[in-house]
C-alpha cells in the first residue's frame, strides 16, 4: 500500500520553499512573454500554461532521437562558462530548449534561464502538477545551469554579460538555491531528470547527420535540413558537402603532372605496363571529376527544386488555414 501511494504522489519542487542557508533572500520577480509563437501560431501563455511550459522546457527533438546522442556527446557534465570563454566559444541565446547547450565551431547555443523556475510557488502550482516528462524536464533544465554557473565568475558572465539570468538574481541566493537543489536532485544517478540531460554538451554537426540520416526521424524535410541547419545559403552548403573534392582534384592533379613526367623519362617511356596503368589512371579522373560536377549541379537542381515546391505548399497551406480561421470568426 505504501508503495501505491509512493508511486502516484505528486511530485515536488527540487528545491525547499524556505532555503535552509544563505541570507535574506528577496523573492523574484515572475513574468512570462505576452505571446510566444509556437509553429504558425502565436500562443498567449496565460491562455494555457501547460502547453506553453512543454513548449518551453521539454526537449522533444532531443528525445525522438535519444538512441544515438551518444555519438553526439559524451555522458558528462557541461563545461561551466569560465571555460566556454576559455575555449574562445561565443555563446548564442537561443529561446528553443532543444537546441540548449548545442555546440557549432566557436559558438555554443544556450536558453536563458526564467525566474519562474526559481519560484516555488510556480512549480506547486503548474510544473508539479502537469506531466511527468515536464517536470523532468523543469528539474534537468536546472541542473544544466548548476553545471554552467558553479563560480562566482560564471554568476557575473551569465548575469551580466549574456543575460543569461534574471537581473535581480543575486549571488548570495543562487549559492543558497545551488547547494538547496542539490541535496534534493540526484546529480550522480540523474534519475530525476529527463534524459537528455544524461548528457551535456551535444555537436550540431553530428546531430543534422542524425536527423538526417537516422530511421526514427527520417523525412524528406530532415535530408535537406538536418536537426539545426547552421546556413540556408548554398555556398555555405557545398562548402560543408563537396569542401573534400578540392583535396582530391589537387589529388588527380599533382599525379597527373607526375605521370607526364615519369613517361619522359627512358626507364619508364617504353613500359607497356606502366603506360596502360597511366591510361587507366588518367581515363578514371576525367570520369571522377566530371561525375562529381555533375552530382554538384544534380544536388544544386535538386535542393533548388525542393525548395521551391516546399515553399509554394507552405504558401497554401498557411493560406487556406488562416482563410478557414477567418470564416469560422465570421460565422
Not at 511550459?53 to 553526439?72: C, F, M, N, Q, S
Amino acid at each position: 500500500m505504501g508503495g501505491l501511494e509512493e508511486a502516484t504522489a505528486m511530485p515536488s519542487p527540487p528545491f525547499s520553499q524556505h532555503l535552509s542557508s544563505g541570507p535574506e533572500l528577496k523573492p523574484l520577480r515572475v513574468i512570462h512573454p505576452a505571446t510566444v509563437a509556437v509553429g504558425d501560431e502565436l500562443v498567449r501563455p496565460i491562455d494555457d500554461m501547460n502547453a506553453y511550459l512543454e513548449g518551453e522546457l521539454i526537449p522533444t527533438k532531443l528525445d525522438r532521437v535519444y538512441r544515438h546522442l551518444h555519438y553526439a556527446g559524451a555522458p558528462r557534465f557541461a563545461r561551466p562558462l569560465h571555460r566556454q570563454k576559455l575555449m574562445g566559444r561565443d555563446v548564442v541565446i537561443t529561446e528553443n530548449v532543444s537546441e540548449h547547450l548545442i555546440w557549432h565551431r566557436a559558438k555554443i547555443f544556450i536558453k536563458p534561464l526564467s525566474s519562474y523556475l526559481l519560484d516555488y510557488k510556480f512549480w506547486v502550482d503548474h510544473l508539479c502538477c502537469g506531466s511527468e516528462a515536464l517536470h523532468k524536464s523543469a528539474c534537468g533544465f536546472l541542473l544544466s545551469y548548476i553545471w554552467l554557473v558553479s563560480r562566482e565568475s560564471d554568476f557575473q558572465l551569465a548575469r551580466d554579460e549574456m543575460c543569461l539570468l534574471p537581473k535581480d538574481l543575486e549571488w548570495e541566493y543562487w549559492v543558497a538555491f545551488a547547494e538547496d537543489f542539490t541535496r534534493k536532485v540526484d546529480t550522480k544517478h540523474l534519475g530525476q531528470v529527463a534524459r537528455r540531460y544524461q548528457y551535456g554538451e551535444l555537436r550540431l554537426s553530428r546531430l543534422n547527420r542524425i536527423y538526417r540520416y537516422s530511421p526514427l526521424v527520417f523525412s524528406g524535410r530532415n535530408l535537406f535540413r538536418g536537426f539545426l541547419s547552421p546556413s540556408i545559403w548554398y555556398a555555405e552548403l557545398f562548402r560543408q558537402n563537396f569542401g573534400w573534392l578540392l583535396g582530391a582534384f589537387a589529388f588527380f592533379s599533382v599525379s597527373l603532372s607526375g605521370l607526364q613526367v615519369a613517361l619522359a623519362t627512358e626507364q619508364l617511356g617504353s613500359n607497356a605496363d606502366f603506360h596502360r596503368a597511366s591510361y587507366g589512371f588518367a581515363v578514371f579522373s576525367l570520369v571522377a571529376v566530371t561525375a562529381s560536377i555533375v552530382a554538384m549541379i544534380l544536388t544544386w537542381f535538386i535542393l533548388a527544386l525542393y525548395f521551391y515546391v516546399s515553399a509554394k505548399v507552405y504558401h497554401r497551406r498557411v493560406q487556406a488555414e488562416r482563410r478557414k480561421a477567418w470564416n469560422n470568426e465570421v460565422l
